[in-house]
């Protein structure tokens, strides 16, 4: 497996952080690096994505900073560009995984049907995210779709939280969660990074305490 994708299997937990503003990005990388998680998804819904991810690889290189909601190849480029170590999309386009896998960027493309998981499997990879991960049909489903394609890993994301993510953490086809309940945006924004840190030490104690 890539190198990088077995640091986030470590870690276990990954940050799904949605930033309205760069300025939060250097307090946000603190809060996770002091709560013990050295990792985020850096979504590309937002104007200030691109700046955060420059910000967040300089200021914490020891962090593992990915993009997330990648839609277009262009959006690798400037995400790479900026210090983005592996890429993250919402569904799978053929487009965007043959050109990251041809770069050799670490991408995982969002699924949730066995023909994507096929898709995938064609194109190289090894991990999945699976997403929705809760609304379109949780655990079950993952293991349902692990039976069949018993070499591939997934990254569920959506609808996880410090309730559920135990169970999914503890299914062995499970690289990690991506999940976004310790930096809620609403936290972000009321400058709340201490909050933060706590609940990213809770998270971290889940992982240890699932995985050992």
């Known amino acids: 497996m890539n190198e990088v994708l077995e640091k986030i299997q470590k870690i276990g937990i990954v940050p799904v952080?949605?930033?309205n503003d760069a300025k939060?990005?250097?307090?946000?990388?603190?809060a996770l690096c002091n709560g013990g998680l050295p990792c985020a998804e850096v979504t590309f819904r937002t104007d200030a994505a691109e700046e955060s991810i420059r910000i967040m690889s300089e200021k914490y290189p020891e962090m593992l900073i990915g993009a997330g909601t990648v839609l277009t190849t262009e959006q690798v480029d400037r995400a790479v560009a900026a210090g983005a170590k592996f890429i993250v999309s919402p569904g799978l386009n053929p487009k965007i995984v043959k050109y990251c896998v041809e770069k050799n960027i670490p991408i995982t493309p969002g699924i949730c049907t066995p023909s994507e998981a096929e898709q995938a499997i064609e194109n190289g990879l090894?991990?999945?995210?699976?997403?929705?991960?809760?609304?379109?049909?949780g655990l079950k489903m993952i293991k349902a779709m692990a039976a069949p394609y018993t070499g591939l890993k997934f990254m569920p994301t959506g609808g996880i939280n410090a309730t559920n993510v135990k169970e999914y953490l503890a299914y062995d086809k499970i690289l990690a969660c991506g999940g976004s309940w310790m930096v809620k945006g609403s936290l972000v924004e009321a400058g709340e990074f201490d909050k933060i840190e706590a609940m990213t030490k809770e998270a971290v104690e889940i992982v240890k305490e699932v995985r050992g």
């Open 17 to 19: 952080v949605v930033l």
């Open 126 to 137: 090894e991990v999945v995210k699976f997403f929705p991960a809760e609304p379109a049909g």
């Open 24 to 30: 939060d990005a250097e307090p946000l990388a603190k």
